[in-house]
């Protein structure tokens, strides 16, 4: 059975640094893209971050770009991204997601993991 559990959200204040981490199982997912995506109460799921399939390829979102880095450990399957400089927008239940593509497209991802939650005080 496939697993995506992610962990180290919580609550910080504006200007603090958190760590988000993903453990994958279930399956090999060396070769697979995984990624962060984010949903705020009363919006759409959009994309944060993802790395490609061999982790030498990443992608930001504009919104995240210079504070937030992904960094994945393809041999024991898990991602990671790395928070700083955290605004009051950045407020939001993170999901990590994994799939055989590389896309920024939430809707395209196969696998979800159930989220963990990122509450940035002002």
């Known amino acids: 059975q496939v697993q995506l559990v992610e962990s180290g959200g919580g609550l910080v204040q504006a200007g603090g640094s958190l760590r988000l981490s993903c453990a994958a199982s279930?399956?090999?997912?060396?070769?697979?893209?995984m990624g962060w995506f984010r949903q705020a109460p009363g919006k759409e799921r959009e994309f944060v971050a993802t790395?490609?399939?061999?982790?030498?390829?990443?992608w930001y979102a504009d919104s995240v770009k210079g504070r937030f880095t992904i960094s994945r450990d393809r041999a024991k399957n898990t991602v990671s991204l790395q928070m700083n400089s955290l605004k009051s927008a950045d407020t939001a239940v993170y999901y990590c997601?994994?799939?055989?593509?590389?896309?920024?497209?939430?809707?395209?991802?196969?696998?979800w993991g159930r989220g963990t939650q990122v509450t940035v005080s002002s």
């Open positions: 997601a994994a799939d055989i593509a590389v896309t920024l497209e939430p809707a395209l991802y196969e696998y």
């Open positions: 279930g399956r090999n997912f060396s070769n697979y893209a």
């Open positions: 790395s490609s399939g061999t982790g030498d390829r990443t």
